[in-house]
Structure formats: structure tokens, C-alpha cells
């Protein structure tokens, strides 16, 4: 199970970290990812992370700007989101367990957090 937590309000520029909590020490063996979605659009890729943090990936629009990180010891996963751009607005989501190598896939990720908002005004 996957707790995300860490959204709010905050204005263009500004920065947000987002904290993603795994229940049990399987999270600690697991790809994992952050996705975020807007009303009407579809959810789509922003980052992900390999099991033990050793390799990321960014999708180009938060390229430079978000870092994802984590800590296995207390089974959490991070998104340090900084100069955000009121784009950024969304609900963000982190998943966990990949199924093969297509990390920037929303079908290939076992578990799901319920979402945290993001609003950034301008």
C-alpha cells in the first residue's frame, strides 16, 4: 500500500516536496514512479526511480526542475518539485513494482497512492 502526501498550494517559482509511503519492506526491491494527472487528460509519466535509487529517469517537461529520490530504511520515496510553473498543477501519484522496462507506463505498475493535489497559482 502507497501513501502519498506533500501537496498544496504555492505560487510560480515556489517548491513542494512530495513524500510517497510504502507499507512493508517489499518497497525496498521495487521500481518505482511518480505520475500526475489533470481533469480530462490522461495520467502521465513525470520520473522514476530503480530499486535502489541508482538510476532515474524525468520526463522532459520537469527535466532540471523535480528530483526523485527515496529512502529505503523507512520505505518512502520523495518529489522535490522546485520553480514550478502553474503547468505543474495536477494531482500527483506514485506507483510502485514495474513489470518490465516500460517505467514511464501507467499499465505496468502494480501498486497505487491515492493522489495528492498540486495547485500553483501564477
Known amino acids: 500500500q502507497l501513501q502519498a502526501s506533500g501537496g498544496g498550494l504555492v505560487q510560480a517559482g515556489g517548491s513542494l516536496r512530495l513524500s510517497c509511503a510504502a507499507s512493508?519492506?517489499?518497497?525496498?526491491?521495487?521500481?518505482a514512479a511518480w505520475f500526475r494527472q489533470t481533469p480530462g487528460n490522461e495520467r502521465e509519466f513525470v520520473g522514476h526511480i530503480g530499486w535502489n535509487g541508482g538510476s532515474t529517469n524525468y520526463a522532459d517537461s520537469v527535466k532540471g526542475r523535480f528530483t526523485i529520490s527515496r529512502d529505503n530504511a523507512k520505505n518512502t520515496m520523495y518529489l522535490q518539485m522546485n520553480s514550478l510553473k502553474p503547468e505543474d498543477t495536477a494531482v500527483y501519484y506514485c506507483?510502485?513494482?514495474?513489470?518490465?522496462?516500460?517505467?514511464?507506463?501507467?499499465?505496468?505498475?502494480?501498486?497505487w497512492g491515492q493522489g495528492t493535489q498540486v495547485t500553483v497559482s501564477s
Open positions: 512493508g519492506r517489499a518497497f525496498r526491491s521495487y521500481t
Open positions: 506507483a510502485a513494482q514495474l513489470s518490465g522496462s516500460s517505467y514511464s507506463s501507467t499499465t505496468r505498475y502494480k501498486y
